[in-house]
């Protein structure tokens, strides 16, 4: 089995299904899918693991999956974090500099990051992802890369995600359990919008709107910077509720209706068009209408929509979207689910398909709901360069380990060395005093 650091792991635990993506890039620089495995989710609620031992069961089984068929040994993966309890906010770092000769580099920028995850949170929240906006340098505003500039004060505007502190442990808990190491925790909006988003879509302004079994997830970009992110709770677990209630039929039967059946806009056509559900056990078959059916999938998909067009005009950048908005998702795959986006919107949609980033072979990740999971293999590479290009700028260079590192991760552990070095720098300091003496 091939155990390579030029190899990364997509996992994405989802509501409804799990995800494991295996890839790694080709001679052109387009990132390759080795295997995919593909589990139903089990302990998953709303995005926030409800039970431990059944969501590293379905870990397990689709990650074993994806092992198999790619033959790699998978013991890193980057993962993704969705649930109601995620929240965004906005926030600016100062740092002024010793030097007006030396150049702004690399460490400038890291220092300022690492001062955004010291910010005091409520109780229970913890910052996920600090995700620079744009860079200040001596009152010049609208810099989107200040390295090699010269300068004293160096200002940044950083959009902050948060997220409950136990949603994130269970996660990391479950990938454990299964017998591997989270490499990255990654909002899954913004991964599902590195695979779907082009980036003529993220200069232009545009919104990714990334319909889940249990949440929707959004994220709007503009000027090429992230502006805002939320999280609805609602997805296409609820719409299968409704068609369950509405028909008075089993939860597995309304989730093959949706699928096969199921339009986001009831038309005229369907009005004679009938589906028969086989009766339970000595009962009658039950003749559905189809209309009636996407009449109710209708009135849960405009109030999904509904909340998003809120998100959009609460961001302020609701005139500045001339991108319109990217549908996808597992949800995304409703017939006239662009039309009804449109109506109530009124802007411009598409449905985001993953494997435009994608180099073409053995697998085929064309289908929305694998936008995620393809989103984190590209979040891994994207840190591995990172990492790469931060080597070349040192005068010492280390070896890299055997694959990707957490910059989450790395962020946490670094702060807490700085405040034990420098709780034992002092004692050293006072030892030291006290035989001087």
């Known amino acids: 089995m091939e155990n390579k650091s030029d190899i990364i792991v997509g996992l994405d635990i989802g509501t409804t299904k799990i995800v494991a993506i295996v890839g790694r890039k080709n001679e052109a620089g387009k990132i390759e899918v080795m295997g995919v495995g593909k589990s139903d989710s089990i302990g998953i609620a709303r995005g926030v693991v409800m039970n431990i031992d059944q969501t590293v069961a379905s870990i397990i089984k689709a990650v074993k999956e994806a092992s198999e068929k790619s033959g790699v040994d998978i013991k890193y993966v980057n993962v993704g974090i969705a649930g109601q309890h995620i929240k965004s906010l906005q926030h600016r770092g100062i740092r002024t500099r010793e030097s007006l000769e030396k150049e702004i580099n690399q460490q400038d920028i890291d220092v300022l990051i690492d001062d955004m995850y010291k910010l005091v949170m409520p109780p229970g929240e913890e910052i996920i992802e600090v995700l620079p906006q744009e860079y200040i340098v001596d009152n010049e505003q609208g810099i989107k890369n200040p390295i090699g500039m010269a300068g004293v004060r160096l200002e940044a505007n950083f959009h902050i ?67 805002h992110t939320a999280v609805i709770p609602f997805g296409g677990n609820v719409i299968t509720d409704d068609i369950k209630e509405g028909c008075q039929i089993i939860r597995a039967q309304a989730e093959q209706l949706k699928v096969k059946f199921g339009s986001a806009i009831a038309t005229e056509t369907m009005e004679n068009e009938i589906v028969v559900i086989p009766g339970l056990k000595g009962r009658q078959n039950k003749e559905i209408s189809v209309r009636n059916l996407s009449s109710i999938i209708n009135a849960r998909m405009e109030e999904i ?106 962020k946490r552990t670094g702060f807490m060395e700085k405040i034990f070095s420098g709780a034992s720098k002092f004692f050293d300091e006072d030892v030291e005093g006290e035989r001087k003496q």
């Open 161 to 227: 995600i948060t997220g409950q502190m136990a949603a994130a442990r269970n996660i990391e808990k479950c990938v454990k359990k299964a017998g591997m190491e989270m490499s990255l925790l990654t909002l899954e909006a913004l991964a599902s919008s590195d695979s779907v988003l082009t980036a003529e879509e993220r200069e232009a302004g545009v919104v990714l709107v990334d319909i889940g079994g249990g949440t929707t997830d959004i994220a709007i970009f503009q000027d090429d910077i992230i502006r």
């Open 305 to 410: 929509l509904e909340h998003v067009y809120y998100e959009i005009k609460n961001s302020g950048y609701e005139k500045k979207l001339i991108a319109g908005i990217v549908v996808t998702g597992g949800g995304a795959q409703l017939k006239f689910l662009p039309q009804l986006v449109e109506y109530i919107t009124g802007m411009d949609t598409r449905i985001g398909h993953p494997n435009e980033h994608l180099a073409t072979g053995a697998y085929d990740l064309s289908h929305p709901l694998y936008a995620t999971g393809a989103g984190l293999v590209m979040k891994g590479f994207e840190e591995l360069m990172k990492g790469d290009a931060q080597e070349q700028l040192n005068v010492t260079v280390k070896a890299p380990e055997v694959v990707q590192h957490s910059k989450v991760q790395k």
